[in-house]
């Protein structure tokens, strides 16, 4: 027989268990980079890494993380990188 207080927990949805997870694997999203893109993308999540060494940074995280970077001096940066480098 359980306990009043643990049935009451079952009913009222207290665990995340129900929760749907948030994941990547969804979609696939085929990006094929050159080696000098690769090398690039490589230094930078170096550096990213050199910045928090107690967490595992790859080079997706980076790439996605690059995503959310909207600021107006960051977007002109990116558009002269686009212009020169491809």
Do not use: W, Y
């Not at 940074?57 to 002269?80: G, M, P, T, Y």
């Amino acid at each position: 027989m359980a306990r009043k207080d643990r049935l009451d927990r079952r009913r009222s949805g207290v665990t995340s268990i129900d929760q749907a997870r948030n994941t990547t694997t969804g979609k696939q999203f085929p990006l094929r980079l050159t080696d000098e893109e690769r090398n690039e993308l490589s230094l930078l999540t170096e550096k990213v890494q050199a910045l928090f060494p107690n967490k595992k940074i790859s080079l997706s995280r980076v790439l996605r993380a690059s995503v959310f970077v909207q600021d107006s001096a960051h977007i002109k940066k990116l558009a002269k990188s686009v212009i020169e480098n491809t």
